[in-house]
Structures are given as C-alpha cells and as structure tokens.
C-alpha cells in the first residue's frame, strides 16, 4: 500500500484498500494452486519493506524448497 501511496503523491492514480488486498490474494492463491504446480524453476521473495529475502525455491525434479519458514507461512495465510 506505500507503493500505491507514493504513486498518488507522485500523481499517478489511486487503488482502493480492499482492491489491493483482493488483487493479493487472489495473485497469491494463484500462485500456489496453478503457476507453481506447473513451474519447473522458481523462486519466491519478499520484496516488502524489508530488503529482498528469498523464501522458497524450486528446481525442476525437487521438491519445494522451504528457506524461511515463517515467511512461507504468511504467503500461504495470505491466500485464504
């Protein structure tokens, strides 16, 4: 939401909180459920306020691989 905040400051057009929140889970339920199953590579990352932290990848023939748990769990939360 900051970054939609900057871009009005900046004169670009605003988004509705509940159109953000809705977008989110959408793309993240997405994600899971459809994008992922049929990857053969990806990385996951959160690229919040914090700096760019990698929380999941994977490799085609392995496994999801899980690197910070916590953070996977909020992604997954947030897809509900």
Same mark, same amino acid.
């Given at each position: ?14 988004? $509705? ?20 199953p ?24 392995? $496994?999801m ?16």
């Amino acid at each position: 939401m900051a970054r939609v905040a900057k871009r009005v400051q900046e004169g670009g057009h605003g988004i $509705p909180q509940e159109a953000i929140f809705r977008r989110y889970r959408l793309s993240v339920w997405n994600m899971l459920h459809l994008y992922l199953p049929l990857a053969d590579t990806a990385a996951i990352y959160d690229n919040g306020e914090r700096r760019r932290t990698l929380i999941a990848e994977k490799e085609s023939g392995f $496994p999801m691989r899980i690197l910070d748990q916590n953070l996977w769990s909020e992604v997954e939360k947030s897809s509900i």
